[in-house]
């Protein structure tokens, strides 16, 4: 009995001492890939993750030895395990434990949106389908559905699935909503997967409990890969403190640049995902010859329609791709936090310009109606040497025209413009409705792409038109605070002929009222 008991004792204490060596090589090996950039060392970084996933297994077997070692994996590390699986798209393998895990306990919110990840990765044809077959949309929604409460407070929730089959009424049939939910391919949920390993690594690592926003903390310097070092105590409060002092800066500015709003890892992600996607550009015709214009290498299932061209050719856009969709929801918290309100997601917008002879730049200009609070974060530019493309603001606030945004005069010789340059990963949240802003025209041979992700009021009607809604705005008497109590234009007949009897009416009652305090007196 005795001779059991030692047995025991080692036995435990052994599987301990071997948990504890297999996790500090899973983290050592994590921060190892996380250092690594997907899109200038990809070898070395799949290497990294294929080294984390062995690790990542052997750390999960032994938390499944149920004599000794239960224990030795923590939640958090047995999805890390599973994202990683799901990085290198092994979806069977990481549905299989997904179900698992939800078998045990049912309510795993989190892991309930890895299982709708799971789905769509592995629907290996979505690109020739224009919507997910009803078996397979029925367990999408059931298990993106599921966490939709809990993940939605923590900044998680994706409802790529149910705004690909309802969209907005302002959306059905165009292009700006539609373009992007027919790119189905699995590069977009293993680009999503990488990030939320990363941002699930920030918070098993103890870094900060919504990784979103350690951006806001002055404190969190990096180190030299960009990783921000763990929060001490006595230093969390200075989320709040930096928060408060964003909030206080937008409030007045209507600008403030966030410098890595995409960590160095997810910025060399999207920067992989949208080249792989969309296009790697260089030169036409190769150096040393001098470049007559721009060719960009496009995923051979993206065509013409889903990355339009403006007339002019400098402009290439999609909409609400899937992982701008994405960003779009995950940035929201620190976006709400400048704002100092509730928002409501509106749509992302992926844009590449190329120099082309003769190309414009981007004309000075305010912004739709539903891009009341609009984050460009630089993606890419090319060649390397060119650096940092840059976007100029004008000070000046424009009066809300309500209606769809349009070109503007370009700004006096003595105006005030600010010249924004962002590094890749780097955002500045704007008013863009309110403020002017342009950039010059490209070099030619030379190209750079942006991703924006726009946001409005948590109130404002995503289900009407822009043009229902500039009507339901510009045709009410009395102005609304919506329209800052402004009588803007209303462009529909009938209903202004309403409005100018509603205003003639109210004329009357004042001047009556008038009277009648005069004739008091």
Excluded at 248 to 267: E, M, N, Q, S, T
Aim: aromatic content about 10%; some cysteine.
């Amino acid at each position: 009995m005795k001779y059991f008991f030692v047995f025991c004792l080692f036995s435990v204490f052994h599987g301990a001492v071997q948990g504890s060596v297999e996790r500090n090589l899973f983290h050592s090996t994590l921060r190892t890939l996380f250092s690594k950039d997907l899109f200038t060392a990809p070898n070395e970084h799949q290497e990294a993750l294929e080294k984390s996933i062995a690790l990542g297994r052997t750390l999960y077997e032994l938390s499944d030895d149920q004599t000794a070692t239960q224990g030795v994996r923590s939640a958090s590390e047995s999805r890390l395990y599973i994202l990683l699986l799901m990085a290198d798209q092994q979806w069977g393998k990481a549905q299989e434990l997904v179900v698992s895990a939800l078998e045990r306990d049912g309510f795993d919110f989190e892991m309930a949106n890895l299982l709708a990840y799971t789905h769509e990765g592995m629907r290996q044809d979505w690109n020739q389908k224009p919507f997910i077959p009803d078996h397979d949309l029925a367990k999408l929604f059931f298990a993106a559905g599921n966490s939709s409460r809990i993940a939605d407070v923590l900044g998680l929730e994706d409802k790529f699935y149910y705004r690909m089959h309802n969209p907005p009424i302002c959306c059905k049939g165009q292009s700006r909503w539609l373009a992007g939910f027919r790119i189905y391919y699995t590069l977009g949920v293993s680009a999503i997967s990488r990030v939320l390993a990363y941002h699930e690594w920030m918070k098993e690592i103890g870094a900060y409990a919504i990784p979103q926003f350690a951006v806001l903390a002055s404190t969190a310097k990096g180190d030299a890969f960009g990783l921000p070092p763990p929060m001490e105590p006595q230093t969390s409060d200075g989320h709040m403190n930096s928060a408060r002092a964003l909030s206080a800066k937008f409030a007045h500015d209507d600008v403030v640049i966030l410098r890595g709003v995409l960590p160095a890892y997810v910025a060399s992600v999207a920067r992989d995902y949208y080249a792989d996607t969309f296009g790697r550009c260089y030169a036409d015709p190769p150096a040393p010859a001098a470049p007559t214009g721009v060719k960009c290498l496009q995923h051979p299932e993206v065509t013409e329609d889903m990355f339009p061209i403006s007339p002019d050719g400098f402009v290439h856009s999609i909409s609400s791709e899937r992982l701008g969709f994405f960003l779009n929801q995950y940035l929201k918290p620190v976006v709400e936090a400048a704002a100092g309100k509730q928002l409501k997601v509106s749509y992302s917008y992926f844009v590449q310009y190329r120099g082309l002879p003769d190309n414009p730049g981007l004309l000075p200009h305010v912004d739709m109606i539903d891009n009341e609070y609009t984050m460009t974060i630089a993606i890419d530019w090319t060649p390397e040497s060119r650096g940092a493309v840059p976007i100029y603001v004008q000070r000046r606030r424009e009066a809300h025209t309500f209606e769809r945004g349009h070109n503007v005069p370009p700004p006096a010789p003595d105006e005030p413009v600010e010249e924004v340059l962002l590094s890749r990963g780097d955002g500045m949240l704007f008013r863009g409705r309110s403020h002017p802003h342009f950039r010059s025209p490209m070099i030619v041979g030379q190209s750079c792409s942006n991703l924006l992700v726009h946001f409005v009021d948590k109130d404002f009607p995503l289900d009407l038109t822009r043009e229902e809604h500039n009507r339901k705005v510009c045709c009410a008497w009395p102005p609304t605070p919506e329209s800052g109590f402004e009588d803007c234009p209303c462009m529909d007949p009938q209903l202004a002929e309403q409005k100018q009897n509603a205003k003639l009416a109210d004329s009357a009652t004042k001047q009556e009222s008038t009277r009648t305090t005069t004739y008091r007196r």
